[in-house]
């Protein structure tokens, strides 16, 4: 699959595979030892269930706890490096703190609505790395919109002067959130809408994503306190 073409010219978007699924599983297992919950019979499931009844307070802490991970990054880097070294080359800009990403099930609880990278300041030369700490197999994950159609609905919102306004915000997606299994991870770039939606399931969603780039572009709004340089051996 030539992963630059489909990113670029395509839909925008790739699920591939993860690079090094070592490095990924330890990831995970520092992800669980950072939260510091007494978690039975050492599952995983077991801790995605128990996340579905804390409290505000408790994921709050859990909150907290994460912006110390400061190792995930790294770790992610390391866990994709060739398909990263692919689309940006061996000199890079990474997102200095992965952000590790829980939801939860049902109404009213942490919904990400639909957004695109460049809203936040990010250069268009950025790519999101995107990968969940389990299978997705319902209906828990994100939603893609295709760069045809996402082009389409920034073009209709800029030439009202609004970026991520009410045009966006309004509108009626019904997308289906993409089903990966673990150890695949998705790759776009940040003209791509994306979101997710409130889902029915007895347990938390978890991921960790970051932004990369090529060293030789300009970061834009962004700088060394968001990105960090890095050279890929």
């Known amino acids: 699959m030539n992963i630059q073409k489909k990113i670029t010219q395509g839909p925008g978007y790739a699920i591939v595979k993860i690079d090094n699924l070592k490095i990924f599983g330890n990831l995970k297992k520092k992800f669980i030892e950072k939260l510091n919950l007494d978690v039975s019979k050492n599952s995983f499931d077991h801790l995605r269930v128990k996340m579905t009844s804390m409290s505000k307070s408790e994921i709050n802490n859990i909150m907290i706890k994460l912006l110390s991970f400061s190792e995930a ?84 919102e800029h030439s009202k002067g609004l970026v991520n306004g009410p045009t966006i915000l309004n509108m009626n997606f019904n997308e289906k959130p993409i089903k990966i299994r673990y150890g695949e991870a998705i790759i776009f770039n940040p003209f791509i809408l994306h979101g997710n939606v409130n889902f029915v399931s007895k347990k938390a969603r978890l991921a960790c994503s970051i932004r990369f780039q090529s060293a030789k572009k300009p970061l834009m709004q962004k700088n060394s306190d968001f990105f960090k340089y890095k050279k890929i051996l």
Not at 89 to 95: A, L, N, Y
Not at 103 to 118: A, D, F, I, V
């Open 73 to 156: 990054s790294e770790m992610m880097l390391n866990a994709c490096k060739i398909k990263i070294k692919q689309l940006a080359g061996k000199e890079i800009f990474v997102q200095r703190r992965a952000n590790t990403i829980f939801n939860l099930p049902g109404k009213n609880q942490r919904r990400q609505w639909p957004h695109y990278e460049l809203m936040s300041g990010i250069s268009p030369f950025t790519y999101v790395l995107w990968a969940p700490f389990h299978d997705l197999d319902d209906d828990g994950g994100i939603f893609y919109i295709d760069q045809k159609r996402s082009f389409e609905i920034i073009k209709k």
